[in-house]
């Protein structure tokens, strides 16, 4: 089956890191860009960057540049979504994408919910 | 406030035909092909629509989208009760060099 499997909820504390993770299966996870999108609670969809697992190739938006982590394990079929100092702004919603053609999100994951408080 | 404008909300009857709009400029929808995304509650969101008027295999030829100049389009017609989502219009901005979401449309069957 063609699926990209996230990883579970997660509640942290702000100051502490975290990385969620995101993995691919059923198709060349390889050669597919991988995008992470933010839902705030209540709000709309946020493109955070995207990843070529294939040479690491990475992407971030302006608003996320910075602020976020994105990487990959070839090995695994596996990329992740890591903060260094979590804020309380950062509670949200995260999916990882497969990218089709274009600019064209084909395939999500079932979405993260990461709650940071204190 | 978001890159792209679609209306907060829209609704109609079963059956009946809905259509929802995507406002852009010539940076982003006039330039790059849109995507339509469906979100039913508490779900992540499913991609309806690809290269302004593609769909996906499985997703019902009710669903149609459309593209003319700095706007796009999605219409549903014959509207079921299990229609009843948030809609995401999508695009790639060559200025801001991101990739862009509309504020997303709540749909309601009534």
């Known amino acids: 089956e063609v699926q990209l499997v996230q990883s579970g909820v997660e509640v942290k504390k702000p100051g502490e890191s975290l990385k969620i993770s995101c993995k691919g299966s059923g198709y060349s996870f390889t050669n597919t860009w991988i995008g992470w999108v933010r839902q705030l609670p209540g709000k709309g969809l946020e493109w955070m960057g995207i990843?070529?697992?294939?040479?690491?190739?990475?992407t971030y938006s302006p608003s996320f540049q910075g602020q976020v982590t994105i990487s990959v394990d070839k090995s695994t079929s596996t990329t992740y979504l890591h903060w260094n100092s979590l804020k309380a702004s950062d509670t949200a919603i995260y999916y990882c994408?497969?990218?089709?053609?274009?600019?064209?999100?084909?395939?999500w994951g079932q979405g993260v919910l990461v709650t940071v408080s204190s | 406030q978001s890159v792209l404008t679609q209306p907060p909300s829209v609704s109609a009857a079963p059956g009946q035909k809905v259509t929802i709009s995507c406002s852009g400029s010539?940076?982003?929808?006039?330039?790059?092909?849109v995507s339509w995304y469906q979100q039913l509650p508490g779900t992540a969101p499913k991609l309806l629509i690809s290269e302004n008027h593609k769909r996906p295999s499985g997703i019902p030829d009710r669903f149609s989208g459309s593209k003319s100049g700095t706007s796009a389009t999605l219409d549903i017609t014959g509207l079921q009760t299990g229609d009843e989502a948030d809609y995401y219009c999508?695009?790639?901005?060559?200025?801001?060099?991101?990739?862009?979401f509309g504020g997303g449309t709540k749909l309601t069957v009534l």
């Open positions: 994408a497969r990218r089709g053609f274009g600019w064209t999100f084909d395939l």
């Open positions: 999508g695009t790639w901005d060559s200025s801001l060099f991101t990739l862009v």
């Open positions: 010539n940076s982003n929808i006039e330039n790059n092909f």
């Open positions: 990843i070529y697992p294939d040479d690491s190739e990475t």
